[in-house]
């Protein structure tokens, strides 16, 4: 009973380099969305995908690109990571876009120096 | 002004107290209202949704005040347990995206 799984849990980066965070879900649902969380912030969207095949920006969407790859999974990359990226990131998922509970990945925690 | 906004708190509570606290919306449209709780460093977890006629679940009480656009939240009987953030959620309207928005969350500590 998985859920959401992402990948890596914790990653160290230095300025410029880039990565990939990985998100797969088993539970058959449309929409999948990425999200960080800074402190005092409350979590921000960046990208979501409302279904399979379309992405659309969020709130923060600048330094970061995604790829819906098919129905289960949907990745968050950072071409050229900044300081100001530092953060914990979480993929989430909802039946629809229009649903309104999200089921959440454990987080992956993101320092860079 | 913040879209959704919460007292960041702690809240220092006596296990077996009550504890209650709000979360502000800017957007008089906002369509549906939710509390999650997120414990720490872990993700964040739905604990209930808010009705207009206002709901419970166990010792769980959330509210909605349309009029001055407030959700609150109110614990009865504390456990240790209850100890976490909770994170106040406003779905904006269709018209601003249609999408969930999360307050700041607010910190509640439970002690024996």
């Known amino acids: 009973n998985a859920g959401v799984t992402q990948t890596p849990k914790f990653q160290v980066l230095k300025t410029g380099q880039s990565m990939t965070l990985q998100c797969a879900q088993d539970?058959?649902?449309?929409?999948m969305y990425w999200y960080r969380q800074d402190p005092g912030m409350g979590l921000r969207l960046i990208y979501y995908?409302?279904?399979?095949?379309?992405?659309d920006k969020g709130e923060v969407p600048n330094g970061y690109n995604v790829s819906r790859l098919n129905k289960r999974e949907f990745s968050l990359r950072l071409e050229s990571a900044a300081p100001s990226q530092t953060s914990v990131y979480f993929c989430?998922?909802?039946?629809?876009?229009?649903?309104?509970?999200?089921?959440f990945g454990a987080g992956s925690r993101l320092t860079v120096l | 002004r913040k879209e959704v906004e919460q007292d960041p708190g702690p809240f220092n509570v006596p296990e077996g107290a009550t504890v209650a606290f709000n979360c502000t919306y800017s957007?008089?449209?906002?369509?549906?209202f939710f509390w999650y709780r997120q414990d720490c460093r872990k993700e964040p977890k739905l604990l209930m949704s808010?009705?207009?006629s206002g709901n419970e679940d166990g010792r769980f009480t959330a509210q909605l005040n349309r009029a001055s656009q407030y959700i609150s939240l109110l614990i009865r009987d504390s456990k240790l347990s209850d100890s976490a953030t909770y994170l106040c959620?406003?779905?904006?309207?269709?018209?601003?995206?249609?999408?969930?928005?999360f307050g700041g969350g607010t910190r509640v500590l439970v002690k024996p």
């Open positions: 959620v406003v779905l904006r309207p269709p018209a601003a995206g249609n999408k969930l928005t």
């Open positions: 957007n008089s449209a906002s369509q549906s």
């Open positions: 539970m058959n649902h449309n929409s």
């Open positions: 989430a998922s909802s039946v629809s876009s229009g649903a309104n509970v999200l089921t």
């Open positions: 808010v009705y207009s």
């Open positions: 995908s409302a279904s399979e095949g379309t992405t």
